[in-house]
């Protein structure tokens, strides 16, 4: 059983930055596959990026270049930094790990979710 929380949303302009912090606590997180999806109003949620235990990374077309998915050496915190942000990235951003073998940007692929972070993109 792994519990994950999400920290660092909130407001910005466009062309700003954010940095989300994912904290996971239970057994053995530091083999977990982590990632971050996002969900926006009236949209079903989606995977933004993903990195395996081996620190493989994988990201959304809609933010390659802009997003970096990163854990500190200790694993003991997840980071998706965003830059450049547009007012589509606004959403829920949600932080997930899975135990499984198979690591992607699936949301069936991630049991453990955190409560979600806002972050809105706004002028």
């Known amino acids: 059983q792994v519990h994950v929380a999400e920290s660092g949303g909130g407001s910005v302009q466009p062309g700003g930055s954010l940095r989300l912090s994912c904290t996971p606590s239970g057994d053995r997180y530091s083999t977990y596959c982590m990632g971050w999806f996002r969900q926006a109003p009236g949209k079903e949620r989606e995977g933004v990026a993903r990195?395996?235990?081996?620190?493989?990374?994988d990201y959304a077309d809609s933010v390659k270049g802009r997003f970096t998915i990163s854990q500190d050496n200790a694993k003991t915190t997840l980071y998706l930094e965003m830059n450049s942000l547009k007012p589509e990235d606004t959403a829920v951003y949600y932080c997930a790990a899975s135990s499984g073998s198979i690591c992607n940007r699936q949301v069936a692929t991630f049991p453990y979710w955190g409560q979600g972070t806002q972050v809105t993109v706004s002028s």
């Open positions: 990195i395996s235990s081996g620190g493989t990374t």
